[in-house]
Nanobody, 122 residues
């Protein structure tokens, strides 16, 4: 079984930056594409970004384009998302997930981490 663990969430001021990490264990990390999702209180979980198995192809939601960058380091069994120019509306719990192929909806993902809290506040 594959287990995913996110880290890097923090309290940050508007306009600030964060890099979230997701470490995979218990399986062959390179066999899975990976995605980041976020969920704010009272809202639906939404797609943030995704990266292919090799890291050569990436996708991002419109809300994150130009501000969010997803990447991976298979040697470290880790997926990252770098977030810049953070806004109040970026406040949410951020989750990483694994799938057999690139996808932008939750139904296509098989493995999920526990989430890490990002709070944007002045």
């Amino acid at each position: 079984q594959v287990q995913l663990a996110e880290s890097g969430g923090a309290l940050v001021q508007p306009g600030g930056s964060l890099r979230l990490s997701c470490v995979a264990s218990g399986g062959t990390f390179s066999a899975y594409a990976a995605g980041w999702f976020r969920q704010a209180p009272g809202k639906e979980r939404e797609f943030v970004a995704a990266v292919s198995r090799s890291g050569g192809i990436t996708q991002a939601a419109d809300s994150g384009k130009g501000r969010y960058t997803i990447s991976r380091d298979n040697a470290k069994n880790t997926v990252y998302v770098e977030m810049h120019n953070l806004k109040f509306e970026d406040t949410a719990v951020y989750y990483c997930a694994g799938t057999s192929a690139l996808a932008m909806v939750t139904e296509h993902y098989d493995y999920w981490g526990q989430g890490t809290q990002v709070t944007v506040s002045s």
